[in-house]
């Protein structure tokens, strides 16, 4: 880092125009104007590609037609009672495809738990799809080309990345997408000069540029998934508008607010690192500021220059690209008093070429989420203690989409209760709908176990349910539970219920028993699972801190407002190219309007007063070496320390474009 006042005169000659805002005829117009003294040379810095990124989960349970289940087995037959035998062995492609060790990556499933998930087929996600109308998105193909949202978004074209194969769009995009926003760009300044009848010398008058509009935010409650990001994904806020003659200032651009479903946890994409999340209804973030207007000629007027011919451009507005992952569902105003809602800043972002891929994610976020093996009872325990209809049927996975419910108790006492679709052994390893589900219990506060009484080994059923949640996450088998024993009603449910409650027992669990059906034993429960609730809403309420949710805005801030002499020098000893990298300098070259010939001298002045100059010549800096700063490449001239070389440009009034006066 080098902040080295001046000593001398040392000037660079430009030769190439800032490549973002660089026109390619007023480059040509400034090189053919210019006396031979600036010659621009076309120039290709770029970002640097982003790292790759994306999900995991490479196979997909689907389900067969609801026919196929009433083929193969009378409305009476429990889905626990069927084996693999029960097959129609005929169906070549259901064999193929049935789970087994060989070909579906593992142990034939929970053949010794009772219940069999036999009845699906299991492909991997590569090219096996039948693409149902609207089902699937094109821009998940099988091609593992990331998403390319529009030709400015060059920055991850083509890049590989893994994605989510095989799961049907409306699940993909339910809880996940990727948006692009951008903040706007500030307005340019103007130069201008007041003529009026009688007023001689009336002086600089140019206007300066409007601020850019910001990007917002906000938690919409009534929003319950991301799928409204599947048709709009470009959020751009309007550009301040640019300055004009007569000290008019550029109006501010228009902000945009980019609504999202509570519960919403914004990260860079790729890495962990959570920036922000907004959990609570209404809560809003300043995502990134505008960019500030440029100032016009009146504003650099002074004791020494009373005639300044030069404005500048707009600040560019910061982009990101930003990857929505949305995990379920409508977090419901309820969620406003629950305690687990606490919004936090984890970690902050630093946006300095204002570009980046940031990962919304949205979890669930429920009081209580009710767990279990496919066919358990969950869906029905739900629709009985709340208004909730979810679907039930005797087949597992018939909840394919978590469903929510509120439990009132009273008028104050409420809680959301999310029915979760069923987990079977190896979901933490994506099988069935593995991940997709698992990670919907993270944001509940505690969880409800249904066991299907009626399976085989009821005791292993809940084991391995505890254990996949374990090794999905383990802070998820640290959440308190209840153990609700389901189906007491069929009579070899009741049955083993005294050997359950006693094994239970003996581990120092308290299960409660239950028939979702009948209605009974549901009560006590819930209330149970209330009562855990609050004591663990007692527990959190410690952790409770106020925080910025404008941290992102704040930092980005922060970067623009880096000072100009911190700086760093590199030098590619190969092509004799002498980098200088700065955040401060980056941003002085990128509203540095180019079509006035006073942004060149003012820039060789900032050059010479920050130490650039000083600090090349330091490190031996030859004649002819090239020079970048910013997205500016230049000649180095040893020469040109006569500072008769900077006149030469000065009298080049040719080379400026008044603005026309209106
Ligand atoms: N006899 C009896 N049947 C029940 C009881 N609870 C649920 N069932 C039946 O079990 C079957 C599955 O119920 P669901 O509520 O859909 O089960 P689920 O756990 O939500 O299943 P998935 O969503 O597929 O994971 C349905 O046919 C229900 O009628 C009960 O207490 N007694
Ligand atoms: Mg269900």
Redesign the pocket.
Known sequence: MASISISCLSPIQVVSGPKTRNDPKRSKNLSKKSNGKIKFRSSSIKAPPQPLSGGEATTYTRLPPKEDFSAGFSAEVKLADCDVAKFDLEDETKIENFISGEGGGGEPLDGNLGFSYGQFDIFEGKGEFERGEDEYDSEYEDSGININFDDESNYYEGELDVKEKGVPAVMRCFDRAKIYVKAGDGGNGVVAFRREKYVPLGGPSGGDGGRGGNVYVEVDESMNSLLPFRNSVHFRAGRGSHGQGRMQNGAKGQDVVVKVAPGTVIRESGKEEVLLELLFPGQRALLLPGGRGGRGNASFKSGTNKVPRIAENGEEGPEILVQVRCRENSILSYLCDTDMCVPKVLTKIGVNKLVRWLELELKLVADIGIV?A????????LSVISAAQ??????????LLPNLGVVSFDYDSTMVVA?L??LLEGAHQGFGLGHEFLRHTERCSALVH?IDGSGEQPELEFDAVRLELELFNPELSEKPYIVAY?????PEAYAKWPLFKERLQARGIEPFC?????REGTHEVISAAYQLLQKNKEAKREFQDPVNLNHVADMVNKQRSASINDFEISHDSGSNTWHVVGAGLQRFVQMTNWRYVDSERRFQHVLEACGVNKSLMKLGVKEGDTVIVGEMEMVWHDSAENPGALKANKGSEDSIKWPQWK
Request: charged share 10%; no cysteine; hydrophobic share 35%.
């Open positions: 279990g496919p066919n358990a009872g969950k869906s029905t325990l979810p679907a039930i049927a005797n087949y597992p996975f018939t909840t029915d679709p069923g249904v389901n189906k007491m009603d069929l239950m028939s979702a059906v009948q």
